[in-house]
């Protein structure tokens, strides 16, 4: 398709491209796994348009995309960016996602503003897990997709191999529309298999010729299964009957059913690039635009997700116009130290312009602290990003994405409408984060501030989440993994200016009675004045799992007076809070009171509660005190391949095997109960046995006895941790 017209330069550095007509936009989201070479692919895209003067390298931290100081440390992607160009009138906004799967949930956002991906493979690495996961995902909504296959000048590089393995892992409708063609350890050009012309790059800028006998071979053999799978996607019946009569079909009618099924998500187009400057010219940008440009759909042509009011009633009829209703979604919320808030923001119907005051309607903004789950608030300034430079823009309409300024009730999920008809956008998936960190405020000043900073950290990635748990008494952070931890308390520590320790998680664990046992609690004092006389005996007896606490009067005769029976009551609720083994709660028993006795002046409600206390104490003295642990049950989901090794790791985790399950496209869902205490890094260790390819969900199901042999243990970390 790059073989119709050639690329020029699309926009000056420092201004802000602008489209008035959804046609003449493309959203495209890169994926790939981390190192694929995304940014980099970026930066080379900017450069062949003209939209940045100078390319920059991901190793010296002066990449367009990767400028936040932790990227730029890491020398990888955390963040979604935008960057637009434009490439023969048409404004393409480029999704630049990060590649490690800690941070999917950026990826997902890119995937919601986008209408067509780029999926990027290294030549020297392969396809991973996590970006087959996401091409079933995108086939699974008719996202348009073509392949990149990067780093052809590798040492390690093998193009072959890499389509092979892409066609294996995609399926069918994954194609090459050109080869690269190699000499002296270095890639000259591209070869066309629709045109049969070669590309030549060895002078830095492309030229077009005539290829050698050799590669005429090549294309020879590979043409005519690239012509039969266009044809064959873009279901063109008249144009199949041509083909197989034997007629030599135009290239124009080819390119003309090629850009069809493309568009239609149903034909894949696979180039290949060198987009690292340095090693070697710069190859395969004008292809990849026209792509990009003719190939990909427009927002006109892009599903429009559901929209309903705000009670919840389905609203039909709103497309992508820019005289249309206005429906906006915030997909990244960002801080930048000198302009406050930056809210990124895909237009789907409508337009924006600054100032104009819009409705901010969410799925949880009560949940985050807002009086109200919906309100109006005025827009500030509309930009366009280029990595941390905001250009101004004067209005943004159905179809392009933009950055807002100060939209201080807004955060990632939000849908933006006009204020006299207030609208919702269906959110769209959210990975959960399934990775518990305990932490702990470094001084009393970080401890202050600490509750402020991790509610704008949260509100800028929705896939933190902040637990003060009150069992445990700890604040836990739950992440996507370590990577993610790293991120979330570097920016805590260098935008906020908090520190904070990581601590050794608690699970919150119960206890409970192993029998029968009776006990007197007896709390008789004299100290002048008033004193104290509780005596109570009690029966305290183990119940079955889940069923709670009971207490039983059983009383006769007056010999505990009926105003005191209450108090013993509360006394025993107060100490099994406290627990009377290793600190933690009792549940799961019968008390019975059954005698007692009382002074006409020294007894008192306190006493009895402490009376209550003793007695429970010591009846726990008499038996075997059980710890219980909790039990989850954990769904897994994960490739056929790794099956075995899942299950074997979930049985080395004292879990229960339920069962298993096939699911579409070669997987497997296996399910099982495992305790809590040998979850707590599951998250990471799933993604190490399932070479990336495993997901998983849990769900608390009931407790259980701990067994003997870890009951000391829990006990001394206990004790440790309540001393430190």
Known sequence: MAEKTSAGPGGAAGRAPEADRPDMIRNVVLVGHSGAG?????????????????????????????????????????????????????????????????F??????????????????????????????????????????????????????????????????????VAPLYFPVSGDGRVHGLAGLLSRRFYDYTSGTRTEREPDPDHLERIADQRDTLIEGIIQESEDESLMERYLSGEDIDNKVLIDDLE??????????????????G??????????????TQGFPSPLEHPMPEITTIDGKPVGGIVCDPAGPLVAEVVKTTSDPYVGRISLVRVFSGSIRPDMTVHVSGHGLADRGHEDHDVDERLGALSSPLGKHQRPMSKAVAGDICAIAKLSRAET????????????????????????????ARSKSDEDKLSQAFARTVAEDPTLRVENNAETRQLVLWCMGDAHADVALD??????????????????????FGGKAQAMGRNVKQTGGHGQYAICHIEVEPLASGAGFEFVDKIVGGVVPRQFIPSV?????????????????????????????????????????????????????????LLLEPIDEVSVLVDDAHVGTVMSDLSARRGRVLGTGPIPGGRTLVKAEVPQLEITRYAIDLRSISHGTGTFSRSFQRYEPLPAHLVEKVRADQQADNSG
């Not at 062949?48 to 991901?58: D, E, L, N, P, S």
């Not at 160009?85 to 996602?97: A, E, Q, Y």
């Not at 990826?107 to 780029?118: S, Y």
């Open 38 to 102: 995304k940014t980099t692919l970026v930066e080379a895209l900017l450069a062949a348009t003209g939209t940045i003067q100078r390319t920059g390298r991901v190793e010296d931290g002066s990449t367009v995309s990767d400028f936040d100081e932790v990227e730029v440390r890491q020398q990888r992607s955390v963040n979604l960016t935008v960057a637009p160009v434009v490439h023969n009138g048409i404004k393409i906004n480029l999704l630049d996602t990060p590649g490690y799967a800690d």
């Open 104 to 173: 999917t949930g950026d990826l997902r956002a890119g995937l919601r503003a986008a209408d067509a991906a780029l999926f990027v493979i290294s030549a020297a690495d392969g396809v991973d897990g996590l970006t087959r996961m996401l091409w079933d995902e995108c086939a699974t909504v008719g996202m348009p997709r073509a392949v990149v296959i990067t780093k052809i000048d590798h040492q390690r590089a093998d193009f072959d191999e890499t389509l092979a393995s892409c066609q294996a892992a995609f399926g069918d409708g």
């Open 260 to 277: 069809k099924a493309v568009a239609r998500g149903s034909f894949h187009p696979v180039l290949a690039v060198c987009a690292a400057p």
């Open 279 to 292: 090693t070697g010219p710069v190859v395969g940008m004008p292809e990849l635009l026209e792509i990009v």
């Open 413 to 440: 999920g939000d849908t933006l409408s006009d204020k006299d008809r207030p609208l919702l956008m269906t959110a769209w998936s959210m990975p959960d984060p399934l990775l518990p960190l305990a932490v702990r």
């Open 491 to 512: 920016r805590l520590s260098r935008r906020h200016g908090v520190e904070v320790d990581r601590i050794p998680l608690r699970v919150p664990l119960r206890e409970s």
């Open 569 to 625: 009551e509360k006394g025993v609720r107060a100490q099994m809070k406290r627990g009377v083994l290793a600190g933690f709660p009792v549940v799961d028993i019968r008390v019975t009171l059954y005698d007692g006795k009382a002074h006409s002046v020294d007894s008192s409600d306190m006493a009895f509660q402490i009376a209550g206390q003793l007695a429970l104490k010591e009846a726990a003295g008499k038996v075997t005190p």
